[in-house]
Nanobody, 124 residues
Framework: QVQLVESGGGLVQAGGSLRLSCAASGRTFGNYAMGWFRQAPGKEREFVATISWSGISTYYVDSVKGRFTISRDNAKNTVYLLMNSLKPEDTAVYYC?????????????????WGQGTQVTVSS
């Protein structure tokens, strides 16, 4: 069982930056691929970024490439999402997710555990 707790969300002006954190419980954090997803009002939850257990492999949705960076610290059981050059369209609830696999995936259905989400609001 893995429990995930996100933090770091908030209100920021367009062009600004935020760093989200996701703290995971459990002793086998290093065996999980991790992902960030987001859900805007009235829209479906969508993939944002994922990182392999080692941190070597990462993948991003096209709309955030070059602006967002996913990383992890297995010693701290934490995954991060650094978001730069934020845009109003990045406004959403951001969710951290864990997949009981060493392989990354963008598919929401293949993640086993989810956090409660953290709100990110970007004003224009």
């Amino acid at each position: 069982q893995v429990q995930l707790v996100e933090s770091g969300g908030g209100l920021v002006q367009a062009g600004g930056s935020l760093r989200l954190s996701c703290a995971a419980s459990g002793r086998t954090f290093g065996n999980y691929a991790m992902g960030w997803f987001r859900q805007a009002p009235g829209k479906e939850r969508e993939f944002v970024a994922t990182i392999s257990w080692s941190g070597i492999s990462t993948y991003y949705v096209d709309s955030v490439k070059g602006r967002f960076t996913i990383s992890r610290d297995n010693a701290k059981n934490t995954v991060y999402l650094l978001m730069n050059s934020l845009k109003p369209e990045d406004t959403a609830v951001y969710y951290c997710a864990a997949r009981r696999s060493l392989v990354v995936t963008t598919s929401l259905q293949e993640y086993n555990y989810w956090g409660q989400g953290t709100q990110v609001t970007v004003s224009s």
